[in-house]
């Protein structure tokens, strides 16, 4: 809760802010590029990160959804579109998605 970030500690064996409850309470935790596996660092203010949702048999939302994210690397050669559907192409045959 707000009572255990406000007395968060640091562990020192794995370098994470933990709360009173054992809870990750960093302020910035870096991302990877989904298609180049680069770190996007907090200075990519051309990266994205998208939530593609996964639908049931009939076409309807069923409240889980794959996070993808984009470098601006990858965007600014103009690639994300391409990269975007290999992923997807690869990923929903592991979530048996039509």
């Known amino acids: 809760g707000a009572l255990g ?3 968060a500690t ?3 064996s794995n370098r994470n802010m933990l709360n009173a409850d054992g809870e990750n309470v960093d302020l910035y935790i870096p991302r990877k ?3 180049t596996n680069r770190l996007i660092t907090a200075s990519d203010k051309a990266s994205v990160q998208l939530n593609v ?3 049931d048999a009939n076409g309807v939302y069923n409240g889980s959804y794959t996070t993808m994210a984009l470098s601006g690397y ?4 103009g690639e994300s579109d391409s990269a975007l559907d290999l992923l997807w192409q690869k990923k929903k045959a592991t979530i048996n998605q039509a």
């Not at 990858?74 to 050669?77: F, I, L, P, T």
């Open 5 to 7: 970030q406000l007395f």
């Open 74 to 77: 990858v965007r600014m050669k």
């Open 10 to 12: 640091h562990d020192e």
């Open 33 to 35: 590029c989904s298609w």
């Open 53 to 55: 949702g996964h639908l």
